[in-house]
């Protein structure tokens, strides 16, 4: 089944501890992407990724880092939480970018992190 | 700057009643639009997407939204809306080779049965 997956789904840490969120994808698409998902604010791009080795910020890349060492894995990565982190936050990927012929993104279900 | 701004942010309707949700977008040059779907505790689904060709896209489930580019727009419509359709709908739009994909504020329809 062609999927997303995202890890954890829920996670409530501290302030300044590292944690990552992985993300990983089946369909061998090139692009992927990270949103964090606000009230009133609708989704926000973090970090995007073209292929593999090739990253580039969004929108509110601030307090996070991402890497793209292989085609299906693109981990979310704060190396230092900051309460105003605290959100829900979504993977995406699609074959192409979503402005090359109106490529639809394949979301994950979602990480629900907080940070206290 | 590239902006998707959606102007209604929470719609109640009655079931039966007819559906349309603004989306208007600041794109220089060619523009890819989407809307998505999140239903309750889901993930976002796509639910149509204009990137070239006739202005009038359908999508799944009755939906469908027409763009304007004189008015900067791609509104999405439903004749009769179903209690199913509760959820929450969002505007994107993309451009060119950029990875940047630019989201609305999001709108909550709630449909009373």
């Known amino acids: 089944e062609a999927q997303v997956t995202q890890n954890p789904r829920y996670l409530i840490t501290v302030t300044g501890k590292k944690l990552t969120v992985t993300c990983s994808q089946n369909?061998?698409?090139?692009?992927m992407s990270w949103y964090r998902q606000d009230p009133g604010l609708g989704l926000r791009q973090i970090y995007y990724?073209?292929?593999?080795?090739?990253?580039d910020k969004g929108d509110v890349p601030e307090g996070y880092k991402v890497s793209r060492k292989e085609k299906r894995n693109f981990p979310l990565i704060l190396e230092s939480p900051s309460p105003n982190q605290t959100s829900l936050y979504f993977c995406?990927?699609?074959?192409?970018?979503?402005?090359?012929?109106?490529?639809?993104?394949?979301f994950g279900d979602g990480t629900r992190l907080s940070i206290l | 700057a590239q902006s998707v701004s959606q102007h209604n942010h929470h719609v109640i309707l009655s079931e039966a009643a007819s559906l349309e949700l603004g989306c208007n977008y600041s794109?220089?040059?060619?523009?890819?639009l989407f809307w998505y779907v999140q239903y309750p505790g889901q993930h976002l689904q796509l639910l149509l997407k204009?990137?070239?060709?006739?202005?009038l896209v359908k999508g799944i489930k009755g939906f469908e939204a027409e763009f304007i580019k004189s008015k900067f727009s791609f509104n999405l419509r439903k004749p009769s809306v179903q209690w199913s359709d509760t959820a929450e709908y969002f505007c994107?739009?993309?451009?060119?080779?950029?990875?940047?994909?630019?989201f609305g504020q999001g709108t909550t329809l709630q449909v009373k049965p």
């Open positions: 995406a990927s699609s074959l192409k970018p979503s402005g090359r012929g109106g490529q639809p993104q394949h």
């Open positions: 369909m061998n698409h090139e692009y």
């Open positions: 990724s073209m292929n593999v080795e090739v990253t």
């Open positions: 794109y220089g040059g060619t523009v890819n």
């Open positions: 204009y990137f070239s060709g006739d202005p």
């Open positions: 994107a739009g993309a451009s060119g080779n950029t990875g940047k994909l630019i």
